[in-house]
């Protein structure tokens, strides 16, 4: 009677260990299902119905007169964006912006960070707000305080420039990249200057003590030991700005008002906007797409850089 009485009970724990784990992912699931929903309704759905608008185009019959029908393209949408000089340029304008404005951006915000990491600064919560304060502003807003800084007749640059002797029109062809980037640069170096100083404010103390324990000064310590230790933070940035610089539009559309010159497709997004305005439903999801891949194989393609780098090291 004791053994099978051991038995059954040995059964009974045997029963509640194997039937935990699935408990506990059926309640995973549930906890889970709520977000993967609203991933699956708001980031995944919306994907595949531009992808599925950029294979079809408006197909109209006779004078017009009647109805457009939709149908089936292909990668005909593809050619055409691609075969579209604009928008080959707003590509390489965007690419242009990013490989100058990101690499000059991130070194002001790894400075930035690093002389507030120091010992010696003072006043560090008075400059981190400051550092902090144009990200904070709505990009909108920001765009149209520059649009005044910049407009011709109203910049009062180009006034003290004028002073000077210097005629310097920041709104001209030559100029219209270089603005847009201190535009970008001056309201995102503080977004990415947090990001930093947050992780250095990760390193312990003792590390930077045995450094100049060891006789390294105030820049060794901060080239030698502190950034290499944020690299897993300067490779975050660096991707959020390149995801950043190719979804570029709020600032050439409000530059548009004090630069006619300016292209209504100087950048992708632009672009897709007069295209949507145009009621080109289908090019515009066809250029979208086209961004997006660009700016995953540039991410990606940094991201793996990055790794290769680090295991050669």
Request: net charge positive; with cysteine; aromatic share 10%.
């Amino acid at each position: 009677m004791t053994t099978v009485h051991a038995g059954r009970t040995a059964a009974r724990k045997s029963g509640r260990r194997s039937g935990g784990p699935r408990r506990q992912g059926r309640t995973a699931a549930l906890f889970l299902a709520p977000f993967l929903l609203l991933f699956a309704a708001l980031y995944l759905a919306p994907i595949g119905y531009t992808v599925h608008e950029s294979l079809y185009r408006m197909h109209r019959s006779g004078l017009g007169l009647t109805a457009p029908t939709q149908v089936f393209a292909g990668l005909g949408n593809y050619a055409t964006a691609l075969g579209d000089p604009e928008f080959r340029g707003s590509l390489l304008r965007v690419l242009v912006i990013g490989v100058v404005q990101v690499p000059v951006m991130l070194l002001l915000a790894l400075v930035l960070a690093l002389l507030l990491d120091a010992g010696s600064t003072m006043f560090k919560r008075f400059f981190r707000l400051a550092f902090f304060l144009p990200y904070a502003l709505p990009g909108v807003v920001g765009a149209i305080m520059w649009s005044y800084l910049v407009a011709p007749g109203l910049s009062p640059i180009t006034a003290a420039a004028e002073h000077l002797g210097l005629h310097l029109d920041l709104t001209s062809d030559g100029m219209l990249g270089p603005t847009i980037g201190n535009m970008l640069t001056w309201g995102w170096t503080g977004y990415n200057m947090l990001i930093l100083h947050s992780a250095l404010q990760s390193i312990p103390a003792e590390i930077g003590e045995a450094a100049r324990m060891d006789g390294c000064t105030a820049f060794g310590v901060a080239w030698r030991v502190k950034v290499p230790m944020i690299r897993p933070a300067l490779v975050l940035t660096t991707v959020f700005s390149i995801i950043g610089t190719a979804q570029l539009y709020n600032e050439p559309a409000i530059l548009h008002n004090v630069a006619p010159n300016l292209s209504s497709t100087y950048t992708p997004i632009y672009a897709a906007y007069n295209a949507v305005d145009a009621d080109n439903f289908n090019l515009a999801a066809t250029e979208s797409v086209v961004l997006a891949v660009l700016a995953f194989a540039l991410s990606f393609g940094f991201l793996k850089l990055v790794q290769r780098r680090g295991a050669e090291q």
